[in-house]
């Protein structure tokens, strides 16, 4: 596959002229996420966040001697990881991509990884896999996560719950690798704290009814029902059926249960509902915001800030190698990730690739306050929300 890159890659230059824009070569970077699947009403603004960063690179000219940027998109399904590794094999064999930008879900993201990414040496960055597994996964060197592992949100959870006095809690989760991971670290973590998970039972996403489980839940009791599913599929059909019985009055959620989609469904019947999802009060957050705005999507969504620094790192970290190989630029990743350097915000990725090149150091903060830790992943930064008047809305950070 390197062969294959380099080979692109000379092609590129040799036809140069014939680019759109004057561009000396091209960049592919694709974008693999749930476009259809349990999180399809978050991945749009994933992927805008994502090619947000990407024009702003190509705009500036700086990338590897005025590289033109290309979005490549596909579909992870989010839950197929048999769909999502076709789908991610297109991008590197058909498509030529030098870099992924994705996947989202954890269980399709470890399957990208070990049968896609390692195979071919293509470095890829996800804005949102969050299993603890994938801390440990095999990866030579080419995965990384702007997202926090759930071994960090499962403290965060903890902590929310026991601030607001809550002592036991009935659980459930979607049934794969993200849903499991984090009921698991959330468990370990509640009831190392004196807390009390009186139930902890798996979900199938896709089901019409889902009184079975609820009713399941509601046996064993909780002051509050933790519903670590997704807001497209199974969680909210759970959340649904316990307000329909009155199982549950007040509802715990977590990231992949944040979006818009759970106002438009419940409305003021989660009043009183609290959660967190990843998210920063920084800086760049507030910039990354705007400049979403203005390019017409929603910058407060789950794991759309992530995504931008996801895909600015590649760029960033091509810049430093003074290659698109993901051979050469891998070992780049962290150092453009962390301190030292100069800090570089959202709308500054021109300033960065600059310094890069005259060759300063840079401490890429981005829109959600990176920082790498262990094995590539972020060290975790959450915002604490809560419904009322029938959305919700970020009342601090964590």
Do not use: W
């Amino acid at each position: 596959m390197k062969k294959l890159l380099m080979a692109t890659a000379a092609t590129a230059l040799m036809t140069g002229s014939a680019i759109a824009g004057g561009h000396g070569k091209e960049v592919k970077i694709g974008v693999i996420l749930g476009f259809t699947g349990p999180l399809e009403s978050i991945t749009p603004a994933m992927g805008a966040g994502a090619e947000m960063a990407m024009a702003e690179v190509t705009a500036s000219g700086m990338l590897l001697d005025a590289a033109k940027v290309i979005s490549v998109r596909a579909d992870s399904t989010c839950i197929d990881a048999g769909a999502a590794t076709s789908a991610a094999e297109r991008l590197v064999t058909a498509d030529k991509v030098d870099a992924i930008m994705g996947a989202d879900c954890s269980g399709v993201t470890g399957a990208i990884l070990a049968n896609v990414a390692r195979a071919n040496g293509v470095v890829m960055i996800s804005p949102s896999a969050t299993s603890p597994g994938l801390s440990t996964a095999e990866d030579d060197g080419l995965f990384f996560r702007t997202a926090p592992s759930d071994a960090r949100q499962g403290v965060i959870i903890t902590n929310i719950l026991q601030d607001r006095g809550v002592e036991s809690v009935a659980l459930t989760y979607t049934n794969n690798d993200y849903g499991k991971g984090l009921a698991d670290a959330f468990q370990a973590s509640f009831e190392a704290a004196g807390g009390t998970v009186t139930i902890s039972a798996a979900h199938e996403d896709g089901k019409a009814d889902y009184s079975a489980e609820v009713g399941a839940l509601a046996s064993a009791g909780g002051e509050v029902l933790v519903v670590a599913g997704y807001v497209d599929q199974g969680g909210s059909g759970v959340i649904r059926a316990a307000i329909d019985t009155g199982a549950f009055e007040t509802f715990y959620v977590p990231d992949g249960m944040v979006g818009s989609k759970l106002n438009e469904n419940f409305g003021a019947e989660l009043n009183g509902s609290y959660g967190a999802y990843p998210g920063t009060d920084s800086i760049g957050s507030a910039k990354f915001v705007e400049m979403a705005e203005a390019a017409g999507f929603d910058g407060t969504g789950a794991f759309s800030p992530e995504s931008y620094d996801a895909a600015a790192l590649i760029m960033l970290a091509m810049q430093a190698a003074d290659s698109k190989d993901s051979a050469d630029f891998k070992d780049h990743v962290m150092d453009v990730a962390n301190a030292p350097g100069v800090e570089i915000f959202p709308g500054e990725l021109a300033k960065g690739l600059e310094l890069l090149k005259a060759g300063t150091a840079i401490d890429y903060v981005g829109a959600s306050a990176v920082e790498l830790i262990g094995a590539g992943e972020s060290a975790g930064n959450y915002q604490e929300i809560e419904f009322k008047d029938g959305v919700y809305s970020t009342i601090g950070y964590r």
